[in-house]
């Protein structure tokens, strides 16, 4: 099934509970306010930024990819970003690209893909090949088209 990344909160609790660290605990060790952003991440009703998910990597001795809702063999362009522990802004500043461009290929959403330059761009910011990046556009596309296709209930 395609489906755009995000945070795994089974893997992140899991990934938590295997080092006996209570939730404030590695509020704590991470940097965020509170346990409460913790079990909000753990539950699913919201997911750390990029470098609060670097740090969580960090901390609980995982890969970011690890904690991630992804097949770590398949990364979409966000699965990848996440990775490289930047915001879509960072990357659209860092590649020289408007991050309304870069949202829409990290979306899925399209008319023109990006140029080569583009691409070498962001694979060099996001510190993967061009490969990665065409793989992962593509990723991206084919899930937007699922959803698109899906029958509304």
Not at 23 to 35: E, P, S
Request: charged fraction near 30%.
């Amino acid at each position: 099934m395609l489906m755009s990344s995000g945070v795994d909160p089974t893997a992140l609790r899991a990934a938590r509970e295997r080092l006996g660290l209570t939730q404030h605990q590695l509020a704590r060790l991470v940097g965020v306010a509170g346990g409460e952003r913790i079990s909000r991440w753990e539950l699913g009703l919201d997911e750390p930024r990029p470098d609060s998910l670097a740090r969580l990597a960090g901390v609980l001795k995982t890969a970011v990819v690890e904690l991630l809702d992804v097949d770590p063999e398949r990364r979409d362009l966000r699965a990848l970003r996440y990775c490289a522990g930047l915001s879509a802004a960072e990357v659209a500043r860092a590649t020289h690209i408007s991050t309304r461009s870069y949202a829409r290929w990290e979306s899925g959403c399209w008319a023109r893909p990006p140029s080569a330059d583009n691409l070498r761009a962001i694979a060099r910011t996001l510190n993967v090949s061009m490969g990665d990046v065409r793989e992962a556009l593509d990723l991206a596309q084919r899930a937007e088209r699922s959803r698109q296709s899906r029958p509304e209930a």
